[in-house]
């Protein structure tokens, strides 16, 4: 069955850099793209961005442009969300997820689901 | 405030129908397809309706999806307690280059 479980929670303070990580099992890593969704405390779902990994091709959305890096290892079947400058109001879970069913153009809809690694920044 | 707007909660009583709403523009569900998910709280989002109206296997056909022009609505029969979650709606769009989420809606039964 088709997984992907991230890494654990962070902790850290303002104007540093954290990395997320994103195993997939199940399926192909290469087929299917990673999009990166947060979401804070009470509030709504934000898309970060998403990745190809065969090309490793990538998206942004704006707020996050300049900001934050999606990077895999294909070897691993592992996907790589780094967010630096982290402000207080980066504190999320962040959740990966992998498009589907079947091969899409555009990042969505977004069939499976990471666990979430929460994301705390404080100084 | 969100590119596509849903209400920000919706009730029904068991055993009824309820809609949920989610509005954009041409550069996203106009020319996209719209999908659904729900989320219980402390859990991640689950994948409910893709591609407007087709729902994944597994989810029970008390859940559709419609859309006609700029909007797209989620319909829910038969409303059940375990049915209480928060609905986001979401589409590319096109113009940003990037996916939009609804607001959310919370359902309550």
């Known amino acids: 069955q088709v997984q992907l479980v991230q890494s654990g929670a962070e902790v850290k303070k303002p104007g540093a850099s954290v990395k997320v990580s994103c195993t997939a099992s199940?399926?192909?890593?290469?087929?299917?793209?990673i999009t990166w969704v947060r979401q804070a405390a009470g509030q709504g779902l934000e898309w970060v961005g998403w990745?190809?990994?065969?090309?490793?091709?990538?998206g942004y959305a704006q707020k996050f442009k300049g900001r934050v890096i999606l990077t895999r290892d294909t070897s691993i079947s592992t996907a790589y969300m780094e967010l630096r400058s982290l402000t207080s109001e980066d504190t999320a879970i962040y959740y990966c997820?992998?498009?589907?069913?079947?091969?899409?153009?555009?990042?969505?809809?977004?069939?499976?689901w990471g666990q979430g690694t929460q994301v705390s920044v404080s100084s | 405030q969100s590119v596509l707007t849903q209400p920000p909660s919706v009730s029904a009583a068991p055993g009824q129908r309820v809609t949920i709403s989610c509005s954009g523009s041409?550069?996203?569900?106009?020319?996209?397809?719209v999908s659904w998910y729900h989320q219980l709280p402390g859990t991640a989002p689950k994948l409910l309706i893709y591609?407007?109206?087709k729902r994944p296997s597994g989810v029970p056909d008390r859940f559709s999806g419609s859309k006609s022009g700029t909007s797209a609505t989620l319909a829910i029969t038969g409303l059940q307690a375990a049915d209480e979650a928060t609905f986001y709606c979401?589409?590319?769009?096109?113009?940003?280059?990037?996916?939009?989420f609804g607001g959310g809606t919370k359902l309550t039964v």
């Open positions: 997820s992998r498009t589907g069913p079947g091969r899409r153009i555009v990042p969505l809809p977004v069939e499976y």
């Open positions: 199940g399926y192909t890593f290469i087929n299917y793209d």
């Open positions: 990745m190809n990994p065969n090309s490793g091709n990538t």
């Open positions: 041409n550069s996203n569900i106009g020319n996209n397809d």
């Open positions: 591609d407007d109206n």
């Open positions: 979401a589409a590319w769009d096109a113009s940003l280059s990037a996916v939009m």
